[in-house]
């Protein structure tokens, strides 16, 4: 038996696997693949308990209605060689700094939600905006201004309906709401009413 025999494909896939491997979703597996794991089916409040309770991060299902879709803004531009949203010219990673690579435009959507009464806002990101709407970013970028009806058409034909959904439930320590109900980022000297963050890893039309 031969082991790690020369053969191209085999070099091709590794090349593949290995350009994925550097770029993970917010469940850690590489972008464009699929995790092999049952989440626990939880409400809102349940969720909500256990990281309150300890845990760091909780991963659950639901079925979900989508009542809205911000889409005054759906896309950030990200370093070339990591997912995080550039300041100016400038990744805020100190392992790459100005050394950006070839910028990226990447979905960064705002969904609210409704399961059973209960309301949140949840961000959805790049592969898994792309394959929900159906369209890479850059195509929404050029409907957004060159066919603005059929731009809001996507969106529009996307609410009112009920999903299988999948999400990461974790506390945002910088995030508070004010009197007003407005969501902002405070210093760590100030007392603050911690908000949960919510971040979309699956979705799916209810069959």
């Known amino acids: 038996m031969a082991l790690n025999p020369p053969l191209d494909i085999s070099n091709v896939l590794k090349g593949w696997y290995l350009a994925k491997e550097t770029q993970r979703d917010a469940t850690g597996v590489p972008v464009g693949l699929s995790p092999l794991v049952e989440y626990d089916e939880l409400s809102i409040a349940s969720a909500r308990e256990r990281v309150l309770k300890g845990e760091k991060e909780v991963y659950f299902s639901t079925r979900a209605m989508i009542e809205y879709i911000n889409s005054k803004k759906i896309c950030y531009v990200s370093c070339g060689k990591c997912l995080r949203a550039l300041d100016g010219s400038t990744c805020p990673d100190e392992k790459h700094g100005s050394d950006i690579g070839s910028p990226t435009e990447r979905y960064i959507l705002e969904m ?87 971040t979309i890893v699956s979705v799916s039309p209810v069959a």
């Open 112 to 198: 609210h939600l409704n399961l059973e009464g209960d309301g949140i806002v949840a961000m959805v990101f790049d592969e898994i905006a792309t394959a929900f709407l159906g369209k890479p970013s850059s195509d929404m970028m050029r409907l957004k201004y060159d066919d603005p009806v059929e731009y809001n058409a996507v969106f529009s034909g996307k609410v009112g309906k009920m999903y299988n959904v999948c999400l990461s439930c974790k506390l945002d320590d910088r995030a508070v709401v004010d009197r007003n109900g407005w969501t902002r980022t405070v210093s760590e000297s100030e007392e603050t009413q911690v908000e949960f963050v919510f």
